[in-house]
């Protein structure tokens, strides 16, 4: 059974009175989340995003000087992402001594597969940020879904919808009491079939189509810094390149650039070599 249930009846009280909280103060109360999470992420901290080829690895949260960065691994689903960021806050906004030796948030992590009430209580409060129980209550009603009957493509659907992984939906049914301990059971059993119900709705393969990668401020720095004339072209270049892109991608021509002395050295180098 889930992990989560390790936390007490108060506990999971007092982190959905937080949750809601941050909802009504965000003016989110009445909306899905979704993606929209990493904009929220990018107004508390600096956010930064690239593929990360070991999937198990997830995020990262640390406090350097005085400022936060939250680093997101796009490799991994974006569902997965989004859970992972609402988790990372959680540790930013309640939970600040975690950030003094913070540690990498790992899958087995955010699928509950820990002891750690820490982790367990950041879990929770992603679930019920990206969740909220009244938002859920709209869809089910939406999609007349009878008490305990939901089936394996509704809770598919819904995770589609709340754009959160298949695990933390189940979760949170089960959280508002829409199913039962035997169904919650049932369901997590099923989740071999996720990726054929995906298909078979037409719906994305919950996989990154394209994996961001995302320096909060580098690009819009590293502009400026040049049409100011603080930076060269080259240093523009070797800048934009960390994004994978280059100067004519932002609509910017660079002037031909002469070689430097020692680049003029090194080229008679090798011819004479």
Known sequence: MNKISFLTDLEMKDIESK?????????????????HILNIVKKETTLLQ??????????????????LFVYINSQI???KQNFAAAHELYHIWFDKDFLKNPEMLKSNILNDET???????ANLFAAMLLVPKHV???EIMFLEIPKNEVTLEQVVELAHTFEVPYKAMVRRLYEIGYI?????????????????????LQLDNGEAIKPVIHFEGLAKNAIDLYLAGFITPKRLRNLLSLLKKGPKDFGIELPDELPSEDEIDKILEEDDG
């Open 136 to 138: 859920l209550e709209q």
């Open 50 to 67: 690239s593929p990360f080829p070991d999937e198990e690895f997830c995020a990262f949260v640390c406090q350097k000087k005085g400022r």
């Open 115 to 121: 002891d750690n009430i820490r982790e367990l209580r």
């Open 180 to 200: 039962n301990k035997t169904v919650t059971e049932q369901l997590y059993s099923d989740m071999t079939n996720v990726s054929f119900i995906r298909k078979k």
């Open 19 to 35: 949750a809601n909280s941050k909802l009504i103060e965000l003016h989110k109360n009445s909306r899905i989340l979704g993606r």
């Open 77 to 79: 689903p974006e569902e």
